[in-house]
């Protein structure tokens, strides 16, 4: 396994700005997750795919955020306009098969809203 | 909702003092748990993790944890501890019949060894 990597690892965008993150699973991973960690807290769940198909996404996910998996591979997570309270480390996550299997974390993308 | 409670954010300890994290969680039901550690620059990784059976598990780097479903906790513990153990640990759960599997973190505690 080459692990799951993000793109980009540090991203500054002014208020109002739309970003873009990627995210490559570990090959054959079916699931897939998006978790956001701000200073001192522990990540919490945006949204989880299966396959292709967005199954599940958190309260925490306004209108502004979109996430997709188009043909079940990678993945990205877009936020518009941002705000000053988006500023955090974006975590993905891949896991295979069913159940609670080990999910394999990302190094993060963080986003600095100034 | 269901919660992760990690008690202590801060701890320091001298190389080879015995070391305790505490865990909490809220939810009645069964549940999945979990140990996860960030080195310094590095990713999310899992030490351990209990799913049913023996409540003493033992980890990776010779950590072990011991679920305790009476008092709702899942401590994480090592005899002795390195510098090199200097990390932010995070505890998680998984409750049974979640079918995102999606992990509920607590806060972390943040351990720094001294040498």
């Known amino acids: 396994d080459t692990g799951v990597s993000q793109d980009p690892r540090h991203k500054i965008t002014k208020r109002g700005q739309n970003v873009t993150f990627r995210c490559d699973p570990i090959?054959?991973?079916?699931?897939l997750y998006w978790y956001r960690q701000t200073l001192g807290q522990g990540p919490e769940f945006l949204t989880y795919?299966?396959?292709?198909?967005?199954?599940?996404k958190s309260r925490l996910l306004s209108d502004r955020f979109s996430a997709e998996r188009p043909k079940g591979s990678f993945s990205t997570l877009e936020i518009q306009r941002t705000e000053q309270g988006d500023s955090a480390m974006y975590l993905c996550?891949?896991?295979?098969?069913?159940?609670?299997?080990?999910?394999?974390f990302g190094p993060g993308t963080r986003l600095t809203v100034t | 909702a269901q919660s992760v409670s990690q008690h202590n954010h801060h701890v320091i300890l001298s190389e080879a003092a015995s070391l305790e994290l505490g865990c909490n969680y809220s939810?009645?039901?069964?549940?999945?748990l979990f140990w996860y550690v960030q080195y310094p620059g590095q990713h999310l990784q899992l030490l351990l993790k209990?799913?049913?059976?023996?409540?003493l598990v033992k980890g990776i780097k010779g950590f072990e944890a011991e679920f305790i479903k009476s008092k709702f906790s899942f401590n994480l513990r090592k005899p002795s501890v390195q510098w090199s153990d200097t990390a932010e640990y995070f505890c998680a759960v998984i409750p049974d019949g979640d079918s995102s599997y999606k992990l509920i973190f607590g806060s972390g505690t943040r351990l720094l060894v001294r040498p």
């Open positions: 090959s054959e991973h079916n699931r």
């Open positions: 939810y009645g039901g069964t549940v999945n």
């Open positions: 996550a891949s896991a295979r098969g069913q159940g609670s299997a080990e999910q394999y």
């Open positions: 795919f299966q396959n292709e198909a967005q199954l599940e």
């Open positions: 209990y799913f049913s059976g023996d409540p």
